[in-house]
């Protein structure tokens, strides 16, 4: 999938400490085997516009990309598109359109606010079409391997020699299993959590042939091919190794934890023999004025309809990191124009011949962002810049701060 422009992020010449993030599970510390990072965030599945809460998740991975760059990685960055799945379907029959015609409205939505927010783009941005053959030879692989079973018609996956992992209780898996696509009252499955990996053919929605019969696949084992193909190459089936990880990180929202991730690390294993990624992250849900922010109470706010009401992206941007990645957080028009002011401030600093030193500052918002990717406290490091600046402090320099907001924060200013 052709993915959005690409961005030049400005080289900043500083010794970043190691980026420790919190809302992980998995290895505390990103430290990667090698100087090349392997990042997967599970990506949009097109049925509906994107909301606030998709720009936050988004980000905070772009925040993390740009850490890691600024720390000299090469960071290989793989994002999907869930372009098979049953809300897109669902959502195409109601309103009588074609799933594809849904699906590319949306990404085009998608990939204009990514760009506007400047969000660097995925090194290989994947839909699920363009990666169905992979997707069946995985497939295929795992019935071979006797890690499947048919179940009415459908193919599902065994996950009983994964449970000891589970991320939560029991009896709270099986809720939000099928509160988030699953079907634990299917009669006849070996264990209520066995996700689908292949659906039969169902009338009105597309189909592939497979020697597990004609149909499409299931939602996680989607995510879990197309990491691995993009991130191991073409021949990870074979060229992966007994105790080593696959991936470095795999990330979304905080409502992938369970059952989205469990569940594609759990293919993951069983299609490679190792485990699926070192670290699992996640951002946290955001809500409006105190409730959460779902379609079904109307309440969602889109980016797309923030910036054609003439609110500057950066703007939004900053308004986001103003608060912590990993929390629950809340959204309310009122956070604008405060985010505004600030904003306007730090650019009629940079504007200034003379500025306040920088050098601390660069290492102090370096510091801040290593420890779990403190965007709240860095901002607030900027404004105490802003005040010295405006106060007559001299020694620093306007153009290497603009470079160093634009490398790690993303703010183009
Ligand atoms: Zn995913």
Known sequence: MKTWPDLAVPPVDLAFPPLILNATSGARELESSSNNFKMYVCGITPYDAT????????????????????????????????????????????????????????????????????????????????????????????????????????????????????????????????????DPQTAGKEHPLDPILWVAKKAGEPSWISKLGEGR???????????????????????????????????????????????????GKALTGIDFAASYVHAGMVGLDGEKMS???????????????????????????????????????????????RVERIRSALSRSEVAPTDKLFRDIASALGNDLNTPSALALIDTWVEETEAGSIGGSAGEMSRFLDATLGLAL
């Open 51 to 182: 909301h606030l809460g998709h720009a936050a998740t988004y980000l905070t991975f772009d925040l993390v990309n740009r850490y890691l760059r600024a720390s000299g990685k090469n960071v290989s960055f793989v994002e999907n598109i869930t372009d098979i799945d049953d809300p897109l379907f669902e959502r195409a029959a109601r309103d009588n359109q074609s799933w594809q015609e849904l699906g590319n409205s949306q990404v085009a939505l998608f990939t204009g606010d990514m760009t506007a927010l400047r969000i660097l783009p995925p090194t290989a941005y994947v839909s699920v079409t363009e990666a169905m053959s992979s997707i069946i030879l995985a497939i295929e692989l795992l019935a071979e391997k006797g890690f499947t079973y048919e179940c009415a018609g459908n193919t599902y996956f065994r996950t009983t020699n994964f449970l000891t992992t589970l991320p939560i209780a029991i009896d709270d898996a099986l809720r939000v299993f099928a509160e988030r696509g699953g």
């Open 217 to 267: 696949p299931g939602w996680h084992v989607e995510c879990t091919v197309i990491a691995l193909e993009n991130l191991l190459g073409i021949g990870y089936l074979e060229e992966t190794k007994v105790g080593e990880i696959a991936i470095d990180l795999q990330g979304g929202g905080s409502d992938l934890i369970f059952p989205h991730h469990f569940m594609t690390a759990a293919i």
């Open 295 to 341: 379609k079904s109470k109307g309440n969602l706010v889109l980016v797309s309809n923030l910036i054609a009401s003439g609110i500057d992206p950066m703007v939004i941007r900053f308004a986001l990191m103003d608060s912590h990645y990993s929390k629950e957080r809340m959204w309310s028009a009122g956070l604008i124009p405060i985010a505004q002011a």
